[in-house]
């Protein structure tokens, strides 16, 4: 690892921090906590309150807009006063700090830049009590402190536990639970693998699938009174068991070019997941003890996500498609398609006091409305032209405050209601 800029001393970092936010009105900012990839609890919804339930005509106020973090597709993540994400800069990935007026406090590489297919960076730094997590497209694994950029361990996983890249390269965003760093080498003896997360050592791997890594970000989740990490594999979802990484269920799911992305969705005994072309699934998980057995209540090809994101909200799951309607929603029980339609394209998407914000590949925001009866865009805008290629990065809404990443550009808007703002 190799230093891009010289770090700035901690102290120095946090009070220009403090000092721009301040200035910028915005102090309430530094509360926000959303410290991975789709926020604290990797569900993807804000409990931001207080937020605009509609927009300006012309978009809410641009508060800055920050360059020079690479290019890539990852998004954002939000803790301590600092921002970080990640990028391609010259040969190498840069992650990236930033403080909440968007100057840059310090950038340090992980290891080569990704020029797999559509280059950029694909994974979202994971903050966890002072240190950051980060996984390239390479498989290179490093923890840094997250204040000052300073490396503290790193490792190779597909060198050291024999995995096996995939073909737009590695893309999950670490998961961290408790003492353990989670990653997917996808090697033929350890499909999965526990790092611990203060020294980098092997706590345990999953040696019960062979399948390759998918491009999926694990979760956790709790069923049947055992904590488990549920993700996708190339061509299939899984489980494990978080604290021993026996493997709990399987369930097959192919697509072309094993294109498994989307974070699985948990909810009452059933996980949920989709993919391009082959759509989505319901499965229903075996009560504790039954053995790696998993039942499919239902598949439909009616939402086949990509990338974009699916969410789960009151028994409705919500999200864009790429062959089938570009925008759709389906009853969670049955997989029955409430409706389909353009919406705004292929979007991805998040969730904040009640809202859906979705940014699809040409620039184009929307505020939504979420309803099983229709798509309802409240309020529309395109963010400012000049990043490059489509804009596939999650939206974060942090601190009253809209973050939206297209290549090497971070737009940050002002999103917070005040008096006289549009209310509910």
Same mark, same amino acid.
């Given at each position: 690892?190799?230093?891009?800029?010289?770090?700035?001393?901690?102290?120095?970092?946090?009070?220009?921090?403090?000092? +721009?936010?301040?200035?910028? *009105?915005?102090?309430?900012?530094?509360?926000?906590?959303?410290?991975?990839?789709?926020?604290?609890?990797?569900?993807?919804?804000?409990?931001?309150?207080?937020?605009?339930?509609?927009?300006?005509?012309?978009?809410?106020?641009?508060?800055?807009?920050?360059?020079?973090?690479?290019?890539?597709?990852?998004?954002?993540?939000?803790?301590?006063?600092?921002?970080?994400?990640?990028?391609?800069? *010259?040969? @190498?990935?840069?992650?990236?700090?930033?403080?909440?007026?968007?100057?840059?406090?310090?950038?340090?590489?992980?290891?080569?830049?990704?020029?797999?297919?559509?280059?950029?960076?694909? @994974?979202?730094?994971?903050?966890?009590?002072?240190?950051?997590?980060?996984?390239?497209?390479?498989?290179?694994?490093?923890?840094?402190?997250?204040?000052?950029?300073?490396?503290?361990?790193?490792?190779?996983?597909?060198?050291?536990?024999?995995?096996?890249?995939?073909?737009?390269?590695? $893309?999950?965003?670490?998961?961290?639970?408790?003492?353990?760093?989670?990653?997917?080498?996808?090697?033929?003896? $350890?499909?999965? +693998?526990?790092?611990?997360?203060?020294?980098?050592?092997?706590?345990?791997?999953?040696?019960?699938?062979?399948?390759?890594?998918?491009?999926?970000?694990?979760?956790?989740?709790?069923?049947?009174?055992?904590?488990?990490?549920?993700?996708?594999?190339?061509?299939?979802?899984?489980?494990?068991?978080?604290?021993?990484?026996?493997?709990?269920?399987?369930?097959?799911?192919?697509?072309?070019?094993?294109?498994?992305?989307?974070?699985?969705?948990?909810?009452?005994?059933?996980?949920?997941?989709?993919?391009?072309?082959?759509?989505?699934?319901?499965?229903?998980?075996?009560?504790?003890?039954?053995?790696?057995? +998993?039942?499919?209540?239902?598949?439909?090809?009616?939402?086949?996500?990509?990338?974009?994101?699916?969410?789960?909200?009151?028994?409705?799951?919500?999200?864009?498609?790429?062959?089938?309607?570009?925008?759709?929603?389906?009853?969670?029980?049955?997989?029955?398609?409430?409706?389909?339609?353009?919406?705004?394209?292929?979007?991805?998407?998040?969730?904040?006091?009640?809202?859906?914000?979705?940014?699809?590949?040409?620039?184009?925001?929307?505020?939504?409305?979420?309803?099983?009866?229709?798509?309802?865009?409240?309020?529309?805008?395109?963010?400012?032209?000049?990043?490059?290629?489509? @804009?596939? +990065?999650?939206?974060?809404?942090?601190?009253?405050?809209?973050?939206?990443?297209?290549?090497?550009?971070?737009?940050?808007?002002?999103?917070?209601?005040?008096?006289?703002?549009?209310?509910?």
């Amino acid at each position: 690892m190799h230093t891009i800029l010289a770090h700035r001393g901690a102290a120095w970092s946090a009070a220009l921090a403090f000092a +721009a936010c301040t200035a910028a *009105g915005a102090s309430r900012s530094a509360t926000c906590e959303w410290p991975q990839f789709h926020g604290p609890r990797r569900d993807n919804k804000s409990r931001e309150t207080g937020l605009l339930a509609r927009w300006p005509a012309e978009g809410p106020k641009l508060l800055w807009t920050a360059k020079g973090i690479g290019e890539g597709f990852s998004t954002v993540a939000i803790t301590g006063g600092l921002i970080y994400t990640t990028g391609n800069v *010259g040969r @190498s990935t840069a992650i990236s700090a930033l403080d909440l007026a968007g100057k840059r406090q310090w950038q340090v590489a992980n290891g080569p830049a990704c020029r797999h297919e559509h280059p950029g960076t694909r @994974s979202t730094p994971t903050i966890d009590a002072g240190r950051l997590y980060h996984e390239n497209a390479d498989g290179d694994l490093v923890c840094l402190d997250a204040k000052t950029g300073k490396a503290i361990w790193s490792r190779n996983i597909l060198r050291d536990f024999h995995g096996r890249n995939i073909n737009w390269g590695l $893309a999950e965003s670490l998961l961290v639970d408790g003492n353990n760093v989670i990653c997917t080498p996808g090697g033929p003896g $350890a499909g999965l +693998a526990a790092l611990d997360k203060a020294t980098g050592r092997t706590v345990w791997v999953c040696r019960d699938t062979q399948d390759k890594p998918g491009y999926c970000s694990p979760t956790v989740i709790e069923h049947g009174g055992v904590r488990q990490i549920a993700t996708f594999m190339a061509r299939s979802v899984i489980g494990v068991e978080a604290a021993t990484g026996k493997l709990l269920w399987r369930v097959e799911h192919h697509t072309p070019f094993d294109e498994n992305i989307t974070t699985p969705i948990y909810h009452d005994g059933r996980v949920f997941v989709s993919s391009r072309t082959s759509g989505s699934m319901l499965v229903r998980l075996p009560a504790a003890g039954a053995g790696p057995s +998993a039942e499919v209540v239902w598949k439909t090809r009616a939402m086949d996500n990509q990338h974009g994101g699916v969410l789960l909200l009151d028994g409705y799951l919500y999200g864009a498609s790429l062959r089938a309607s570009p925008w759709g929603c389906l009853e969670f029980k049955t997989g029955k398609p409430v409706y389909g339609g353009r919406g705004i394209g292929r979007a991805s998407m998040t969730f904040a006091e009640g809202m859906l914000y979705l940014l699809n590949h040409r620039r184009g925001v929307a505020l939504v409305r979420p309803s099983p009866e229709r798509f309802e865009a409240v309020s529309r805008f395109s963010i400012p032209a000049g990043g490059r290629g489509p @804009s596939w +990065a999650h939206p974060v809404v942090c601190g009253g405050r809209l973050y939206v990443r297209h290549s090497d550009h971070l737009h940050c808007y002002d999103v917070k209601r005040r008096d006289g703002a549009a209310g509910r």
